[in-house]
């Protein structure tokens, strides 16, 4: 099937926001593009030698430095495990849809769509899923669907400096932007459709990934070319969505790495 080139996508938001923890930093510390603002570290913090390592790290870079007594101006929950240490970050995961084609260029097109992921611990780890087994991008739905924060780069370790994430305002409108960059869409669902390793993931592929419980809504799954399920042993129901997410990019990594 011959798919078109039409472009389209929404702008993208350049603003500032508020991490933490020694992965999410030391990640986004060495982006090539935009380094991170401002780093915060609390008193204590560089007692252990991959602290100290870090504090090496930020330096070299010529990113600045500033001892708080606590967190308490920044935008950080009460519950965060922030290990000693928050940064101001640009949002350097963010593209448009019809950049995409720029990250992939010679390779076969690997993106992942998140149908109203709603829950900023599995949106985290979707996307370190991603990063891992070799997405080039992310699509998510700017309504009903958590939003790119600390807690979402803290869920996903920092992969987030890895992988390029685009927020769209109607995920089928991306879905029918992506076939016309002649991608075939995978519908990942609990029940029905291909066995997942009798489906061929080599193909230029967008995983589509649904909610919590509800799965892929109706109207989405119409819009994908195939579905796939992941065949469980007897008696259990169902993967969450980031175990889902990882044993199917798995699947397509082994399928792609296959000589």
Same mark, same amino acid.
């Given at each position: 099937?011959?798919?078109?080139?039409?472009?389209?996508?929404?702008?993208?938001?350049?603003?500032?926001?508020?991490?933490?923890?020694?992965?999410?930093?030391?990640?986004?510390?060495?982006?090539?593009?935009?380094?991170?603002?401002?780093?915060?570290?609390?008193?204590?913090?560089?007692?252990?030698?991959?602290?100290?390592?870090?504090?090496?790290? !930020?330096?070299? *870079?010529?990113?600045?430095?500033?001892?708080?007594?606590?967190? $308490?101006? =920044?935008?950080? &929950?009460?519950?965060? @495990?922030?290990?000693?240490?928050?940064?101001?970050?640009?949002?350097?995961?963010?593209?448009?849809?019809?950049?995409?084609?720029?990250?992939?260029?010679?390779?076969?097109?690997?993106?992942?769509?998140?149908?109203?992921?709603?829950?900023?611990?599995?949106?985290?780890?979707?996307?370190?899923?991603?990063?891992?087994?070799?997405?080039?991008?992310?699509?998510?739905?700017?309504?009903?669907?958590?939003?790119?924060?600390?807690?979402?780069?803290?869920?996903?370790?920092?992969?987030?400096?890895?992988?390029?994430?685009?927020?769209?305002?109607?995920?089928?409108?991306?879905?029918?932007?992506?076939?016309?960059?002649?991608?075939? !869409?995978?519908? *990942?669902?609990?029940?029905?459709?291909?066995?997942?390793?009798? $489906?061929? =993931?080599?193909? &230029?592929?967008?995983? @589509?990934?649904?909610?919590?419980?509800?799965?892929?809504?109706?109207?989405?799954?119409?819009?994908?070319?195939?579905?796939?399920?992941?065949?469980?042993?007897?008696?259990?129901?169902?993967?969450?969505?980031?175990?889902?997410?990882?044993?199917?990019?798995?699947?397509?990594?082994?399928?792609?790495?296959?000589?």
């Amino acid at each position: 099937m011959k798919r078109g080139t039409r472009k389209a996508g929404r702008a993208k938001q350049d603003y500032l926001i508020t991490v933490w923890g020694i992965n999410p930093v030391a990640e986004l510390s060495s982006h090539a593009s935009r380094p991170l603002k401002k780093v915060f570290i609390l008193p204590s913090f560089g007692s252990r030698k991959r602290q100290q390592a870090l504090l090496v790290k !930020l330096e070299r *870079l010529g990113i600045t430095t500033q001892t708080v007594d606590d967190f $308490s101006r =920044l935008e950080i &929950p009460a519950s965060a @495990v922030h290990q000693g240490i928050a940064a101001i970050a640009w949002p350097v995961w963010n593209c448009n849809t019809e950049e995409l084609p720029g990250l992939w260029k010679e390779e076969t097109p690997l993106v992942v769509l998140c149908d109203e992921i709603t829950d900023p611990g599995n949106l985290g780890g979707i996307i370190r899923a991603s990063a891992a087994f070799g997405a080039h991008a992310i699509i998510i739905s700017r309504r009903n669907c958590a939003e790119i924060n600390g807690t979402v780069v803290k869920a996903s370790a920092g992969t987030v400096a890895h992988i390029r994430i685009c927020t769209v305002s109607n995920l089928v409108n991306a879905m029918k932007a992506l076939k016309r960059m002649n991608l075939w !869409l995978a519908g *990942l669902a609990a029940r029905g459709g291909r066995e997942i390793w009798n $489906s061929d =993931l080599t193909l &230029p592929l967008g995983m @589509v990934l649904g909610a919590e419980g509800r799965g892929i809504r109706p109207l989405v799954l119409k819009h994908c070319d195939f579905s796939v399920r992941i065949p469980l042993k007897d008696g259990v129901e169902s993967l969450n969505v980031v175990s889902a997410c990882s044993a199917a990019l798995y699947e397509s990594m082994r399928q792609r790495m296959r000589p």
